[in-house]
């Protein structure tokens, strides 16, 4: 009923930028927080910024002076700006989105496919 859709992957060199963008779509009343998680290989996957509907957002440690979340609440997207890249961000991004549907009663929580982020020279 809820699709996340995620764009902008890719390689990159250290010290470069990337953005990544993730919109959702179906039967949505309502999207409430929207985030972004990454796993790198042979690690769990956490949480690396997260907004509200109102706009208040949260970044982990790792990244916060680099990376920009942002959203546009009339599209229903959320954006991540990364700046000054290291290899060690480099990893799946997965974009989740709490969402109330017209059909379910309370909100549940949604996972875009993943967009692959390299950092390599």
């Known amino acids: 009923q809820v699709q996340l859709v995620e764009s902008g992957g890719g390689l990159v060199q250290p010290g470069g930028s990337l953005r990544l963008s993730c919109a959702a779509s179906?039967?949505?009343?309502?999207?409430?927080?929207m985030g972004w998680y990454r796993q790198a290989p042979g690690k769990q996957r956490e949480l690396v910024a997260d907004?509200?509907?109102?706009?208040?957002?949260n970044y982990a440690d790792s990244v916060k002076g680099r990376f920009t979340i942002s959203r546009d609440n009339a599209k229903n997207t959320v954006y991540l700006q990364m700046n000054s890249l290291k290899p060690e961000d480099t990893a799946v991004y997965y974009c989740?989105?709490?969402?109330?549907?017209?059909?379910?009663?309370?909100?549940?929580?949604?996972w875009g496919q993943g967009t692959q982020v390299t950092v390599s020279s």
């Open positions: 179906g039967s949505i009343f309502m999207v409430y927080i």
């Open positions: 989740n989105s709490r969402v109330k549907t017209w059909v379910a009663g309370k909100p549940y929580d949604y």
């Open positions: 907004i509200t509907s109102g706009g208040s957002t």
